[in-house]
């Protein structure tokens, strides 16, 4: 079983940027997708970025596609999520997840696998 912790969440203003880690460890992490997700209050979880195990295809959400960016290290056993151009509506929790597909999914059903969170809060 994969298990994923988050890291680098934080407070920024509007137009700033931060990066985000989910560190991954347990059973071959390399060959799952991992995505990124978000949720706002009252809001639900949605869909933000995902890098595919394999291949290292990208997928990303039309409101952040072009100001975000999902990695992964060679090791694949850690994933970031750069976050540039932050605006006050990208405030939400961000969760790292896997799925043991490696052909990857935008879908978070298809998710197996959660960390516990990070918040990212953008003042305006």
């Known amino acids: 079983q994969v298990q994923l912790v988050e890291s680098g969440g934080g407070l920024v203003q509007a137009g700033g940027s931060l990066r985000l880690s989910c560190a991954a460890s347990?059973?071959?992490?390399?060959?799952?997708?991992m995505g990124w997700f978000r949720q706002a209050p009252g809001n639900e979880r949605e869909f933000v970025a995902a890098?595919?195990?394999?291949?290292?295809?990208?997928y990303y959400a039309d409101s952040v596609k072009g100001r975000f960016t999902i990695s992964r290290d060679n090791a694949k056993t850690t994933v970031y999520l750069q976050m540039n151009s932050l605006k006050p509506e990208d405030t939400a929790v961000y969760y790292c997840a896997a799925d043991n597909n490696p052909f990857g999914s935008t879908f978070r059903g298809d998710y197996d696998v959660w960390g516990q969170g990070t918040q990212v809060t953008v003042s305006s």
């Open positions: 890098i595919t195990g394999s291949l290292g295809r990208t």
């Open positions: 347990g059973r071959t992490p390399s060959r799952y997708t």
